[in-house]
């Protein structure tokens, strides 16, 4: 019996965890018309100047070809500059825009997502143990798609 208490618990708090990401991505969205992903991609071009797409990709935990995708986006907008390196070509600097430091500026807070804010918070220990737990209950579930971790989530 206690095993079943403990499963009906865990069912609701990962219900309360995707509701919170879910309100803030909607939250995110209606204020400012982007993405949460996105609006996080803004946030950590502005805090690291010059950043190169494999480094924003890997910031954001996302395939460098979505993170790709997401920023021919942002550019459209004119949110962000690419640059190319003088030195190597294939090197790519990411800056803001002003338009894009505008739109940031207005954006809810935390840009990095309640879900990022959160684990920050987490003491190493904390993130091992949660870690370790998903990791257990993601091969209970038999996950064939692990692609499916490198797209952000986004509020439906």
Do not use: Y
């Not at 500059?81 to 090197?91: G, I, L, N, P």
């Amino acid at each position: 019996m206690e095993k079943n208490k403990h499963e009906q618990h865990i069912t609701r708090q990962l219900r309360i965890l995707f509701k919170t990401v879910q309100l803030h991505a909607k939250k995110v969205e209606k204020a400012c018309g982007l993405s949460s992903a996105k609006i996080w991609m803004l946030h950590e071009i502005s805090a690291n100047s010059g950043l190169k797409v494999s480094e924003l990709a890997g910031a954001l935990s996302i395939h460098p070809s979505t993170c790709s995708n997401m920023l021919d986006k942002l550019e459209d907008m004119q949110l962000i500059a690419r640059d190319r390196s003088r030195s190597d070509q294939r090197s790519v600097h990411l800056s803001l825009t002003e338009k894009g430091q505008n739109l940031l500026v207005q954006a809810p807070i935390p840009h990095q997502g309640e879900l990022n804010t959160a684990l920050a918070k987490l003491s190493e220990t904390q993130l091992l143990n949660l870690e370790t737990g998903l990791d257990d209950l993601l091969q209970a579930l038999k996950i064939e798609d692990s692609d499916a971790a490198m797209v952000p989530i986004v509020g439906e």
